[in-house]
C-alpha cells in the first residue's frame, strides 16, 4: 500500500518561525519519549497547519513518528483507535 501522506520540507513554511521552533522542540522530545506536550494546531485555512504536520512526519518519521487521521464524523471511534494504537512501537 502506498503512502498517502506527501511529505514537505519544514523550511518551505514561511512567517511561522517561532510557532514551528516550539512544535520542533516539542516533537524531538515525544520522538525521544521525554516529557512533552499535546499539541492542537488551530487557525484560518491555508495558514500550515496540514503542512507542519505533513514536515513534521518527513522530519521524524524515520525516528517513529507517525500520524493518524480521524475524520470529524469518526470522532466517536476515537476511543478505539487509541486502544487499537495502544502498545504499537511508533509515537502517534
Known amino acids: 500500500m502506498s503512502d498517502p501522506v506527501e511529505y514537505l520540507d519544514l523550511d518551505d513554511l514561511i512567517g511561522v518561525e517561532r510557532s514551528l521552533a516550539k512544535l520542533l522542540a ?11 506536550n499535546h499539541v492542537l494546531l488551530f487557525g484560518e485555512r491555508g495558514t500550515g497547519k496540514s503542512s507542519a504536520v505533513r514536515g513534521l512526519v518527513a522530519r521524524f518519521g524515520a ?9 470529524k464524523q469518526d470522532l466517536l471511534q476515537l476511543p478505539r483507535v487509541l486502544e487499537a494504537l495502544r502498545g504499537a512501537p511508533w509515537r502517534f
Open 26 to 36: 516539542n516533537t524531538e522530545q515525544f520522538v525521544r519519549g521525554l516529557p512533552a
Open 63 to 71: 525516528r517513529g513518528l507517525r500520524v493518524v487521521e480521524v475524520r
